[in-house]
Nanobody
Framework: QVQLVESGGGLVQTGGSLRLSCAAS????????MGWFRQSPGKEREFVGA????????VYADSVKGRFTISKDNAKQMMYLQMNSLKPEDTAVYYC?????????????????WGQGTQVTVSS
C-alpha cells in the first residue's frame, strides 16, 4: 500500500522556522517527482514547491522562494521542506505529493499520490 506520511508541523512565531518531513513507502519512488502543497481554510490547495527524484531540479512558488527549501534523502525515500522566515500567511495544512512523471509540476491534478497533511500555524 502506497503511503506518504507528513510530519513536523506545529505552532511557530512569525520569523521562525520549521522542517516538514514526508516519508514515502509501499513501493519504490525512484524517478518520481515529489512536491509540497498547502491549503488554508476557504482556499484551494496551492503549490508550494517540487523536485525531481534526484533533487537536482526544484521549483518553488513565488510566495515561498528564498524562504523554503526542498531536500531529499532518497535512500530513505524521504523528502523535507525547510521553512524559514515564516509568516502568518504560511499558515495551512501542508501536503506531500508524488507522481511517476519525473519532472516537477505545479498542478494538484499532476500528482497521483497524496499524504494526509500536517498543520502549520504561524502566529503573529
Amino acid at each position: 500500500q502506497v503511503q506518504l506520511v507528513e510530519s513536523g508541523g506545529g505552532l511557530v512565531q512569525t520569523g521562525g522556522s520549521l522542517r516538514l518531513s514526508c516519508a514515502a513507502s509501499g513501493r519504490t519512488f525512484s524517478g518520481y517527482a515529489m512536491g509540497w502543497f498547502r491549503q488554508s481554510p476557504g482556499k484551494e490547495r496551492e503549490f508550494v514547491g517540487a523536485a525531481t527524484w534526484t533533487g537536482t531540479i526544484t521549483v518553488y512558488a513565488d510566495s515561498v522562494k528564498g524562504r523554503f527549501t526542498i531536500s531529499k534523502d532518497n535512500a530513505k525515500q524521504m523528502m523535507y521542506l525547510q521553512m524559514n522566515s515564516l509568516k502568518p500567511e504560511d499558515t495551512a495544512v501542508y501536503y506531500c505529493a508524488a507522481d511517476p512523471f519525473p519532472y516537477p509540476r505545479k498542478g494538484t491534478s499532476d500528482y497521483r499520490y497524496w499524504g494526509q497533511g500536517t498543520q502549520v500555524t504561524v502566529s503573529s
